[in-house]
């Protein structure tokens, strides 16, 4: 089994709607993340977080929220999606042991229309 | 200024050939430095991982970094069709919160 898996893998949405991706962890890492990957820019930052009580923002987070519901499982919403948000969307979580490696997930492609 | 560049290619070698991957960086505080594969509709995967300066081996894979010319290298001998890919190097301090990804460059190996 993957150690980082996302749910959906794919995801057609419209303006305006509120969606939700699902990430969660076998690894047993404290620390995960969300990037979005965009053509052209790479990977960007979207929010962190560091244990279940521990929640940061990172480089591009207006317009999305996070919540860490275990050790294991962080989500990402869209609050009201627009078209710029389309996006392959991945979860990542890192390892202190390696210099915070970061070990990612299959991906969420997210097309809104 | 991008705190970390990298050439998007597309970057097209023979089976076998020598591939030399590049990134350059502006933060002189970076420390750790990733070299990560990431096959079409994939995640990136992690390929190597070395802190500070000096080179790497594994396998057919070699990662080289030079701190005084902020330049970091990823070598692959003996390419085959099945190192098609996009690379991306990461790069962070030994502080900061943030990786820092570049662009990635896509590689093609024909047999």
């Known amino acids: 089994d993957a150690d980082v898996t996302q749910t959906p893998r794919n995801r057609i949405t419209k303006t305006g709607k509120r969606i939700m991706l699902e990430c969660s962890q076998t690894k047993g890492h404290d620390r995960m993340y969300w990037y979005r990957q965009d053509p052209g820019l790479g990977l960007r930052l979207i929010y962190y977080?560091?244990?279940?009580?521990?929640?940061n923002k990172g480089e591009i987070s207006d317009g999305y929220s996070v919540s860490r519901q275990a050790q294991a499982k962080f989500s990402l919403s869209l609050e009201s999606a627009i078209p710029n948000q389309t996006a392959l969307y991945f979860c990542?979580?890192?390892?202190?042991?390696?210099?915070?490696?970061?070990?990612f997930g299959p991906g969420t492609r997210l097309l809104v229309l | 200024q991008k705190e970390v560049e990298q050439d998007p290619g597309p970057l097209s070698v023979p089976e076998g050939a020598i591939v030399s991957l590049n990134c350059t960086y502006s933060?002189?505080?970076?420390?750790?430095f990733m070299w990560y594969r990431q096959y079409s509709r994939k995640g990136p995967e992690l390929l190597m991982y070395t802190y500070s300066s000096g080179n790497k081996e594994d396998g057919r894979f070699t990662a080289q970094v030079d701190k005084s010319s902020k330049y970091i290298s990823l070598f692959i001998r003996d390419s085959q069709p099945s190192d098609s890919a996009t690379y991306l190097c990461a790069m962070r301090t030994n502080t900061g919160n943030q990786f820092y990804f570049g662009t990635g460059t896509s590689l093609t190996v024909i047999p």
């Open positions: 977080s560091f244990d279940v009580k521990d929640i």
């Open positions: 933060n002189s505080a970076f420390q750790y």
């Open positions: 990542a979580t890192s390892d202190l042991a390696r210099g915070e490696t970061q070990y």
